[in-house]
């Protein structure tokens, strides 16, 4: 079972190294298209901000935490992530595995001068490594991009892996605008990275990276730019996180036991909570999602006995609504009390689900969206 929690309306996915690189093989190993991101604060700074950002990421198959003060964050809210995996170290890795297992590489984004640098790298890494295709194309905002040259070359090549250096967030919502048309396993937004591997912008000492202070690092080698996007961070950061967690906090009921049952209502499946959602009993709501989602039916998740929600709750939300976003089947969320509805609020998850006051409405409303699909599709 995957394991995280939720941060200002992105989930984060609780893997090391080698589980994120395990998880990227399964992806190829599928085929299709699966989507990865890297979260550091600025991811969450844009996805409170942003409705479309914040869907996207919690679409994605695999979000890992790339800066440490989500690391930190983690902590606080009781629910530890065990590792940092930043992007800039699991690019390499990608390349070793591209070197011994012959999976392509496709890079798209930076200057083709920084490309050709850190393709150079890449073969000093990995002397087998398979980058198929290149693309540097102009800077331009999202909807200026002429993306079929670029697609068309994506298609041509079959890479296993897409490498997006277009920054946040416009990388990960060039790959999900254009998902419809990526058939590649695995499609990474990498930001710099590529900046690092050409040696045109230094990473911090080993040391550094490990204690955490990386970002002192890169503050003191580019101030202008990062000084103030590292307090405007720190600000939003003292801001929202802590009031996520003081209302958390003020909610928690510890000595709650979460218990789940499952229905079947008219056209909708039914998933009734009691109890908190948090801790160990997420695991068997976990299974218990998956198996409704499965079914294929509107699924409608009974809140009415829920105490609190934990932010491993929230991650356990936003895999619901990716899986069932895959399936194409309606998500909603009933008999919220007016506690639980403040912590998705400020959690910035509340605007992603489908909700309904009582257990009977959602199943009165999923029953004539039900009954209007048929209508069309006999008319039609």
């Not at 940092?84 to 083709?112: C, H, N, Q, W």
């Not at 709501?285 to 039916?297: I, M």
């Not at 919220?336 to 609020?345: T, V």
């Amino acid at each position: 079972m995957r394991n995280g929690l939720g941060l200002s309306g992105v989930p984060v996915d609780d893997v090391m190294m080698g589980e994120a690189l395990d998880r990227v093989e399964k992806m190829i190993a599928e085929g299709g298209m699966h989507q990865v991101a890297t979260a550091n604060v600025d991811y969450l700074v844009h996805a409170k901000n942003d409705a479309e950002y914040r869907r996207i990421l919690c679409m994605c198959d695999l979000v890992v935490a790339d800066g440490m003060p989500i690391i930190w964050a983690s902590r606080l809210f009781g629910v530890p992530l065990r590792e940092r995996v930043a992007g800039a170290d699991m690019v390499p890795e990608l390349v070793r595995l591209s070197g011994e297992k012959g999976y392509g590489i496709f890079l798209l984004g930076a200057t083709p001068e920084v490309i050709e640098a850190a393709e150079r790298k890449m073969q000093a890494i990995s002397p087998g490594v398979r980058v198929v295709g290149r693309m540097s194309p102009p800077v331009k905002p999202l909807d200026q991009f002429d993306n079929e040259p670029i697609l068309a070359e994506i298609e041509r090549t079959k890479p296993d892996i897409l490498l997006v250096a277009f920054g946040s967030p416009k990388q990960e919502k060039w790959i999900s605008r254009n998902r419809h048309r990526l058939n590649v396993p695995v499609c990474l937004g990498i930001g710099g990275t590529l900046d690092f591997m050409a040696g045109t912008v230094k990473r911090a000492p080993k040391w550094m990276q490990k204690v955490g202070m990386e970002w002192v690092f890169r503050m003191c080698v580019d101030p202008h730019r990062l000084v103030p996007r590292y307090w405007a961070d720190a600000l939003w950061m003292s801001r929202y996180l802590f009031v996520q967690i003081a209302v958390q906090q003020i909610f928690r009921q510890p000595k709650d036991v979460l218990t789940v049952s499952v229905d079947s209502i008219g056209s909708a499946r039914v998933v009734g909570v009691s109890g908190p959602l948090a801790g160990p009993g997420l695991a068997a709501l976990e299974q218990t999602l998956s198996s409704a989602v499965l079914s294929g039916k509107p699924v409608v998740l009974d809140l009415t006995g829920a105490s609190h929600m934990g932010a491993d709750g929230l991650w356990t939300l936003a895999g619901l609504l990716r899986r069932a976003s895959v399936r194409g089947c309606e998500v909603w969320l009933a008999g919220m009390s007016l506690s639980l509805e403040r912590q998705l609020r400020a959690a910035h998850f509340d605007n992603l689900f489908q909700s309904a006051p009582s257990l009977l409405d959602a199943v009165r409303l999923v029953g004539e969206a039900t009954q209007l699909r048929e209508q069309v599709a006999g008319a039609a």
